[in-house]
C-alpha cells in the first residue's frame, strides 16, 4: 500500500490526526489501523491524549486535521451516526441508568436482553436491582454487555477498569478479547497496562499527544520496565487522558 492510500482492510483508521479543543490541538499526527479480530491498546500517562484520541475516532470531538476512516472510506460523521454503522463507544464513565433496573439498562441496548446476559451470565441474578445499587463491576459489566450484545464492528473502550477489583478487571478484558475473536475491531485505553497488553495484539505508547512507542504487545510486554519508567511515568500537560 502506498503511503496516503486508506487501507481497505481496516475497519477504521486514522491517518495524520489531528484534534482538540477549541483552537487548541491535543493530539498530532495521529496514525492507527483498526482491523477486525484485532485489540490495539494506546498507552501512556495521564494527560498523554489517549482519551482525546478515541473521542476524535468516535467522532465526539471533531478532527482540526488529517482524516478518520471507516471501510476505508473518511468520515465526519457525528458519533451517533458512527454508532449507526457499527461502531460502540464504552466512556469510562459508566453508563447506568440509576434509576432503571439492571434489566432495563440492558433492555436498551438493541441486542436484547439474552444477548447481552450472553456476555456475562451472572447479572440474571441482579436483573431486578436498580442501576444505582448495582455494584461499581457490575455497572461496568452492564454498559459493556448493553454495547457487546448488538456485535459492533468496531470497539472503542475507555478505562473500563476504573475504580475495579482485579477479578472484576479480569473478566471485562476477556469479553473485550471475546469480541475480537469474534470478529470485531478493538481500540482500547486501560490503566492496567500489563494486564491490557496480555489481551491485546498491539500497543501504541502516547506522550505529549503524539506516539512515542508501536509494536506488537507481546513485544512491548516484554520491555514494559523500560516503557514504564521512560514514558508511563510521566505527566502530560495537554490532556485529561
Do not use: W
Not at 88 to 113: H, K, M, Q, T
Not at 157 to 177: C, K, T, Y
Not at 200 to 211: C, F, K, L, Q, T
Amino acid at each position: 500500500m502506498r503511503s496516503g492510500e486508506p487501507d481497505m482492510t481496516a475497519v477504521a483508521d486514522a491517518r495524520g490526526m489531528c484534534a482538540g479543543y477549541g483552537d487548541v490541538a491535543v493530539v498530532r499526527d495521529v496514525d492507527l489501523v483498526l482491523r477486525a479480530g484485532r485489540v490495539v491498546t494506546l498507552l501512556g500517562p495521564n494527560g498523554a491524549g489517549k482519551t482525546t484520541t478515541l473521542r476524535a475516532i468516535a467522532g465526539q470531538v471533531g478532527l482540526m486535521g488529517g482524516d478518520v476512516r471507516f471501510a476505508g472510506r473518511a468520515t465526519r460523521m457525528p458519533m451517533h451516526r458512527r454508532v449507526r454503522s457499527g461502531m460502540a463507544y464504552i466512556p469510562e464513565n459508566r453508563a447506568v441508568f440509576r434509576s432503571l433496573s439492571c434489566r432495563d439498562n440492558l433492555r436498551l441496548g438493541s441486542g436484547g436482553l439474552a444477548a447481552a446476559l450472553a456476555v456475562f451470565p451472572q447479572l440474571e441474578t441482579r436483573l431486578d436491582v436498580p442501576g444505582g445499587l448495582l455494584s461499581g463491576g457490575e455497572q461496568q459489566m452492564v454498559g459493556l454487555a448493553r454495547a457487546l450484545s448488538r456485535r459492533p464492528r468496531l470497539i472503542i473502550a475507555d478505562e473500563l477498569s476504573l475504580g475495579l477489583a482485579p477479578l472484576v478487571v479480569d473478566e471485562l478484558l476477556a469479553a473485550i478479547r471475546a469480541a475480537a475473536d469474534d470478529g470485531a475491531a478493538v481500540l482500547l485505553v486501560e490503566q492496567h497496562v500489563r494486564k491490557a497488553l496480555t489481551i491485546a495484539d498491539e500497543g501504541h505508547v502516547m506522550n505529549r499527544g503524539r506516539i512515542a512507542l508501536s509494536g506488537a504487545a507481546c513485544r512491548l510486554a516484554e520491555r514494559i520496565d523500560e516503557i514504564e519508567g521512560a514514558y508511563l511515568s510521566l505527566v502530560g500537560a495537554e490532556d485529561e487522558g
